[in-house]
């Protein structure tokens, strides 16, 4: 008798913890954050510049309904700062010409002298954690910070941070979002 109480209770102990179904849209319903993200930031960047990263990392946690969140104090994504495009090539031995930031193996480079708008300093910390996160190029809209290159982020998004639904539902395809009940 004991053993079959235990096991109702377990099994009513799951109802309401969640759900498997996935959504496709993370603002259909709230999300939790199954493992902070562990970040250390350069103590080369400037406190202005560490707000801004901190404002990115949030775009990501506000647009994703909780599923994504960051966490200081860790070694799951460094974040350096670089003074010269150069200092990328022994990432992108072919490409560094052409980058302001590179984002590879839990690494984040922002090469941070050739970016001077505060607008778009945070919306390449935010297109470089969605490569983090898993997320590729985005070419099928205008409404979205994924794409190829930094200058064809709309400028409302460096003026008011969002995260497109665009943007939040690629975050849904990679990492298969579910619902908090």
């Not at 079959?4 to 954050?33: F, H, K, M, N, Y």
């Not at 460094?78 to 992108?92: A, F, G, H, Y």
């Not at 560094?96 to 839990?106: C, D, E, I, R, Y």
């Amino acid at each position: 008798m004991f053993r079959r109480t235990a096991i109702v209770a377990c099994l009513l102990g799951t109802v309401g913890a969640g759900t498997t179904e996935t959504v496709r849209d993370p603002s259909a319903c709230a999300g939790t954050c199954a493992r902070p993200i562990a970040y250390s930031l350069d103590p080369r960047f400037r406190g202005d510049e560490r707000v801004l990263i901190r404002e990115a990392m949030s775009v990501w946690e506000l647009g994703t309904g909780g599923r994504v969140c960051f966490a200081p104090g860790g070694r799951d994504l460094v974040i350096e700062k670089l003074e010269r495009s150069d200092e990328l090539q022994p990432w992108d031995p072919e490409e560094w010409p052409h980058h302001v930031a590179l984002t590879k193996s839990g690494r984040i480079w922002i090469v941070a002298p050739r970016v001077e708008d505060r607008g778009e300093y945070r919306a390449l910390i935010v297109h470089e954690l969605g490569h983090h996160l898993g997320i590729g190029h985005i070419e099928d809209t205008a409404d979205t910070y994924m794409h190829s290159t930094i200058n064809d982020t709309p400028a409302e998004l460096s003026i008011h941070p969002r995260l497109p639904p665009r943007d939040a539902r690629a975050y849904c395809e990679v990492h298969g979002c579910t619902c908090q009940l």
